[in-house]
Each structure stands twice: as C-alpha cells, then as structure tokens.
C-alpha cells in the first residue's frame, strides 16, 4: 500500500504494465486551469527557518490560487486573496 500518494499498476507482462498506466495517465490527465500568480516573497518569508519549503513545482500553488478552489472556499481573488492557501510544505 503506497505510504501517502501512489498507484499500483500489475499484470502478467511489463508491456500490459506499460499499457495499462498509460491508460490511467491518459485518463487523469487535465489542462492546467488559470489562476493568478503567487507572490512567492511573501510566501517564502513565512517559510524562511520553519523547516517548511516552497513547492519545487510552481503549478503546485495552481490548487490554492485557482478561482474555482477559492470559490469552494468562500474566499475571493482579489490581491492577496489566495496567498494565504498556498501553504509551504514540510
């Protein structure tokens, strides 16, 4: 069992293997949606000696920043609306 994030793939040859993940990539694969930009500064200060890092991969900030999750949220996307959900990670 993957410890946090994972997927198993099994079958009886690596090509059905190969196959088969393919098909699962293909299939949760989306366009990346619009979003405002992140104001890294103002999130690395935070993080700065917490023993927390900004995401390697700036899309990561995508999920925090993206009207539609901020929506669910009852947030709004205005300046600094979103800056606060798009949290440095351990």
Do not use: F, N
Request: aromatic residues 2%; charged residues 25%; contains cysteine.
């Amino acid at each position: 069992m993957p410890g946090s994030h994972g997927l198993l793939v099994a079958a009886d040859t690596v090509d059905e293997v190969a196959a088969r993940l393919e098909h699962v990539c293909a299939r949760l694969e989306q366009p990346r949606r619009s979003c405002s930009e992140p104001t890294l500064d103002a999130l690395a200060r935070p993080a700065s000696g917490s023993g927390y890092r900004l995401p390697e991969d700036p899309r990561r900030h995508d999920v925090a920043l993206e009207s539609a999750a901020l929506a669910s949220l009852g947030a709004h996307a205005g300046p600094g609306g979103g800056e606060r959900a798009s949290a440095a990670v351990a």
